[in-house]
């Protein structure tokens, strides 16, 4: 690291031998039960210094455009095997890749980067989160019965996942052609016919929409349909930011900078304010909508939310899962029963044939 590089990345107010016990000096690390430290020697349990006024506050976007503060908390390592990237507190010494499962895991000579302004704890642990993923499974119906009696999640990991959280209002003009079905009935060559025609009719008008908290994924590792899955997470409840949270959990590095993340909740939050504006009529058409939006009073957080990421292994194949860290959601894959699926189909086929039976005899 060159000597401008370590002055950037210094933090003269962080020294990593305050994580220590103050009873007996050993390593502590986060507890998600108690919300406390506790050493790993001795169990003594310590407050962390975060009042509720610590709360962390939007900053103006602009800020986000330009530059921000960086970390030296923690240190940046990448699986050999599948690439992935995690932030780990200093105080750790071995690691798995929670992605992969593998040990092939190596310190790399890159920075983290931006630091976060806040952070949402794990109120779960690990044994937890394995009953959540336990149960996950037990639901999945087209799973197979020998995996669903087996199923063991392993290599549980805690990882804090980078989003971007947008505040903005949102004034939008519109205009546009809908239509709505209605049904007629005729006569034709003596036979009764019966017809659908569509009623087409112009709309416009304007609309506005604040959106509050607005969660954008940073980090590509973590599928955004995972995310999503997953949400909600207590974003506007998110402390700032201290490295004791970071103690014995590991954080993704972030891919996407942050103009690129607020570009990306301008997209969906244009999709979302053309699905309200359509919310307002009743229509079975859309012919056309054209939808001009202005953004005003931008404002942005960056925060680590928690996500426990782990894996079943069922035929030599490993099945990742996903657990929100505070409220036990869970999202992921499982194999599935060729049985199963044949046996639906075939249930469905024989039900549409009765049904189509029963109308000709009728």
Same mark, same amino acid.
């Given at each position: ?10 933090? +003269? ?38 009042? &509720?006024? %610590? $709360? ?6 602009? %800020? ?10 923690? %240190? ?31 310190? $790399? ?28 499974? &037990? ?9 669903? &009696?087996?199923?063991?999640?392993? #290599? ?7 989003? /971007?959280?947008?505040?903005?209002? *949102? ?22 016919? *019966? ?15 604040? /959106?509050? +908290? ?9 599928? !955004? %349909? ?32 942050? +103009? ?16 309200? !504006? =359509? ?38 194949? =490993?099945? #990742? /899962? ?24 075939? $249930? ?8 189509? =039976? ?5």
């Amino acid at each position: 690291m060159t000597d401008i590089e370590k002055k950037l990345y210094s933090d +003269d107010n962080i020294d990593v031998t305050t994580f220590k016990c103050p009873n007996c000096g050993g390593g502590s690390v986060f507890d998600a039960k108690t919300q406390k430290l506790k050493c790993l020697y001795c169990g003594s349990l310590f407050d962390i210094e975060n009042k &509720k006024e %610590e $709360i962390v506050v939007e900053r103006n976007l602009n %800020e986000l455009i330009s530059k921000g503060e960086v970390w030296k908390e923690a %240190e940046v390592y990448q699986c050999q095997s599948c690439g992935a990237k995690e932030i780990i507190e200093n105080q750790k010494v071995s690691h798995v890749c929670p992605f992969c499962g593998t040990k092939n895991v190596v310190k $790399i000579e890159e920075l983290p980067g931006l630091k976060p302004q806040g952070i949402v704890p794990f109120k779960l642990d690990k044994k937890m989160a394995g009953q959540c993923a336990l149960k996950f499974v &037990k639901r999945k119906l087209y799973a197979p019965r020998k995996f669903k &009696k087996s199923a063991k999640p392993e #290599n549980i990991h805690g990882i804090y996942n980078p989003v /971007f959280t947008f505040d903005c209002l *949102t004034l939008s003009a519109y205009s546009g052609r809908l239509g709505k079905n209605y049904i007629v009935n005729h006569i034709v060559n003596g036979k009764m016919v *019966t017809e659908t025609r569509t009623k087409v009719f112009n709309i416009s008008g304007s609309y506005d929409q604040f /959106f509050d +908290d607005f969660v954008v994924q940073a980090s590509s590792k973590i599928p !955004i %349909e995972v995310v999503r899955t997953l949400e909600p997470f207590s974003t506007k409840q998110a402390l700032s930011y201290k490295p004791e949270y970071l103690l014995g959990f590991g954080a993704n590095t972030y891919d996407k900078q942050g +103009d690129a993340c607020w570009q990306e909740s301008q997209n969906l939050m244009r999709l979302s304010i053309e699905s309200s !504006i =359509l919310k307002k009529y009743d229509y079975d058409v859309k012919y056309s909508l054209n939808v001009s939006t202005k953004f005003s009073n931008e404002q942005y957080k960056y925060v680590l939310v928690p996500i426990y990421v782990g894996h079943y292994k069922y035929k030599n194949k =490993l099945y #990742n /899962f996903f657990v929100n860290g505070e409220n036990g959601k869970v999202a992921g894959k499982t194999p599935v029963s060729a049985g199963k699926v044949c046996l639906t189909i075939f $249930i469905v086929l024989l039900v549409l044939g009765l049904i189509v =039976l029963l109308y000709y005899l009728a």
